[in-house]
């Protein structure tokens, strides 16, 4: 679902920083040979989560959903240098991809891959975190907040993708239909929880932004 018009689209893209050519590699490698390319970050989203890690400078990040690695290159271009990021993907497939374009990378010795069960990995990494990206399974959401909150720093940010979920969120849920039932939940949640403050972007999907206090 495109919620601006695609030439609107391509016209934001292109009075946005380019796409450095290392991500611009690992894009078209993505879409020739990775089963739903679209989960890829791309090009602008993946300029606002470089733009926010750069205003942010994070020490430590954390990564929900690894994807092919995209996103994750993205955060580490604000990282400090002592930083680190941690990054947790279910899919034992994408590993060689990722770690293929993490070692062509400027922060390959500060990247940490996981693979398994975020829900079982997130509690043994004993960091305190000032950046953390939610875009794995969107089931989860309410349990990955609920494990990352007492996990951050004060004034680090939560940004959780697909908070829009194609405008299925101005819907009526199916019952069966668990994604969206959990995400109109968590952004609810995050919209009142004490702990946060939070602001919803309609940058592609829906990304939002969520201070901890």
Not at 24 to 36: F, G, P, S, Y
Not at 39 to 57: A, D, E, N, P, Y
Not at 130 to 142: G, M, P, S
């Amino acid at each position: 679902m495109h919620f601006i018009s695609e030439e609107l689209e391509t016209y934001i893209a292109d009075h946005s920083q380019i796409e450095p050519e290392l991500l611009a590699a690992l894009n078209r490698e993505t879409h020739q040979k990775i089963l739903q390319p679209r989960m890829l970050s791309g090009h602008f989203q993946g300029r606002v989560l470089s733009m926010l890690s750069k205003l942010i400078r994070p020490v430590h990040i954390l990564e929900i959903g690894t994807y092919t690695g995209y996103a994750a290159l993205c955060l580490c271009e604000g990282m400090q240098k002592n930083g680190s990021l941690d990054t947790i993907d279910i899919n034992e497939e994408l590993e060689s991809i990722q770690r293929k374009y993490f070692d062509l990378s400027d922060w390959k010795t500060q990247i940490n891959q996981h693979i398994g069960d975020a829900i079982q990995i997130i509690p043994t990494l004993n960091k305190k975190y000032d950046l953390v990206f939610i875009d794995a399974d969107k089931e989860n959401y309410l349990h990955y907040f609920e494990l990352i909150v007492p996990m951050m720093n004060a004034g680090g940010i939560i940004l959780s993708d697909n908070v829009l979920w194609s405008g299925k969120v101005l819907e009526r849920p199916d019952p069966r239909d668990l994604s969206t039932t959990v995400l109109l939940e968590y952004n609810k949640k995050v919209n009142e929880d004490p702990r946060v403050e939070t602001v919803l972007l309609p940058i592609r999907d829906g990304l939002t932004v969520t201070r901890v206090l």
